[in-house]
């Protein structure tokens, strides 16, 4: 399986790192991952602070991977016990094919501790703090006002997929997290979308795309209606999200 052996690669390649702990989280860690779709969404905990020794390592550990055919979605932060504690801080991230620097959010902070798959060493629980509640929902309503509410705006952005995807199962998760206090995979986000009013054929293509063996190729019309169908409905819908429990 092209998942597991690239898996087995990157821990037997990160071993002289000395990492204290590997985790996944997202699609692999929650249950609904789709090989060939989904991302694999890791984190490490290294021993010490990441130098520029380390990221230089970091770097030649990816560029290695680049052999292994689902390279491309392994995306991983590097953090440092030291550096656990905050989750604003930005650490050391490969993804998309590059480094750069982002935090771990309240979200995936709390699906590890959830529903964390331990790939190498320490469970979540024994080298990361809790999420609070407060902490949890505050990150969650800035994301949806801060990020996705300004981006609707952006019409060019919403003819492609990606965006089409994240923005609905998105905001279905935001959802269900303020308004049950628990988090939810992208199939059960799915499968929210259409009591929370969201437009049935554009969720109905997501899961097309998603699950189905052979999607069908869409064509400019149905990219453009789509667009103006999600943008519609996600504004007024993010705005009543961010007043209800802003």
Same mark, same amino acid.
């Given at each position: 399986? &092209?998942?597991?052996?690239?898996?087995?690669?990157?821990?037997?390649?990160?071993? &002289?790192?000395?990492?204290?702990?590997?985790?996944?989280h997202g699609?692999?860690?929650?249950?609904?991952?789709?090989?060939?779709?989904?991302?694999?969404?890791?984190?490490?905990?290294?021993?010490?602070?990441?130098?520029?020794?380390?990221?230089?390592?970091?770097?030649?550990?990816?560029?290695?991977?680049?052999?292994?055919?689902?390279?491309?979605?392994?995306?991983?932060?590097?953090?440092?016990?030291?550096?656990?504690?905050?989750?604003?801080?930005s650490h050391?991230?490969? =993804?998309?094919?590059?480094?750069?620097?982002?935090?771990?959010?309240?979200?995936?902070?709390?699906?590890?501790?959830?529903?964390?798959?331990?790939?190498?060493?320490?469970?979540?629980?024994?080298?990361?703090?809790?999420?609070?509640?407060?902490?949890?929902?505050?990150?969650?309503?800035?994301?949806?006002?801060?990020?996705?509410?300004?981006?609707?705006?952006?019409?060019?952005?919403?003819?492609?997929?990606?965006?089409?995807?994240?923005?609905?199962?998105?905001?279905?998760?935001?959802?269900?997290?303020?308004?049950?206090?628990?988090?939810?995979?992208?199939?059960?986000?799915?499968?929210?979308?259409?009591?929370?009013? =969201?437009?049935?054929?554009?969720?109905?293509?997501?899961?097309?795309?998603?699950?189905?063996?052979? =999607?069908?190729?869409?064509?400019?019309?149905?990219?453009?209606?789509? =667009?103006?169908?999600?943008?519609?409905?996600?504004?007024?819908?993010?705005?009543?999200?961010?007043?209800?429990?802003?």
């Amino acid at each position: 399986m &092209p998942t597991e052996s690239l898996l087995a690669r990157f821990l037997t390649d990160l071993t &002289p790192l000395r990492p204290r702990a590997v985790w996944a989280h997202g699609s692999l860690a929650g249950g609904d991952y789709q090989e060939g779709r989904s991302d694999l969404d890791l984190i490490a905990v290294l021993p010490d602070e990441v130098g520029l020794t380390t990221v230089r390592r970091v770097v030649a550990l990816h560029r290695r991977l680049r052999t292994e055919p689902l390279a491309a979605k392994l995306h991983c932060s590097y953090l440092a016990p030291a550096t656990l504690d905050d989750p604003d801080r930005s650490h050391l991230t490969w =993804a998309h094919r590059r480094v750069m620097r982002r935090p771990v959010t309240p979200v995936t902070r709390r699906e590890l501790h959830d529903f964390g798959r331990v790939l190498h060493g320490e469970a979540p629980a024994a080298l990361l703090p809790p999420v609070p509640e407060r902490q949890l929902s505050t990150f969650v309503v800035r994301d949806q006002r801060d990020f996705w509410r300004p981006h609707v705006e952006r019409a060019r952005l919403w003819t492609q997929d990606v965006w089409v995807d994240l923005g609905l199962v998105t905001f279905a998760r935001a959802t269900v997290t303020l308004r049950d206090g628990r988090l939810i995979s992208k199939r059960e986000a799915l499968a929210e979308l259409p009591s929370l009013g =969201a437009p049935a054929e554009v969720v109905e293509d997501i899961t097309r795309r998603r699950y189905d063996a052979a =999607a069908p190729t869409a064509d400019d019309v149905w990219l453009t209606r789509r =667009a103006e169908l999600t943008r519609a409905y996600l504004a007024p819908a993010i705005d009543v999200l961010v007043t209800t429990y802003g």
